[in-house]
């Protein structure tokens, strides 16, 4: 089971209280199902994912590696096992807060 960082755990309960406050229940499942779709992903092929996401190829960095889900980048350790330390809408300034 792959787990979430400490910064990664209060992205997600931040989309969520956020997600609640709008009444929007359907985006925090939405949110969860590809956390879930991308653990599958990372489980079955870490090296899979991508050094960056596309749009930031600047995020670069080694250890790090980025895989899409649904409307979110998730960024997971390449260590063994990998861990999910973010959690991004794919619309944010992901280089303001990464």
């Given at each position: ?7 990664a755990e209060r992205q997600v309960a931040d989309f969520?209280r956020h997600y609640a406050r709008l009444g929007r ?74």
């Open positions: 089971m792959i787990r979430l960082s400490g910064d969520l229940p359907e985006a925090g499942r939405n949110l969860i199902a590809a956390i879930d779709r991308a653990v599958v992903r990372i489980e079955r092929d870490p090296g899979a994912g991508s050094p960056a996401p596309r749009p930031y190829p600047d995020l670069a960095r080694p250890g790090r590696a980025w895989t899409k889900a649904g409307r979110y980048w998730i960024a997971y350790s390449t260590t063994q096992p990998p861990v999910i330390v973010g959690v991004f809408y794919e619309a944010a300034d992901i280089p303001g807060r990464a």
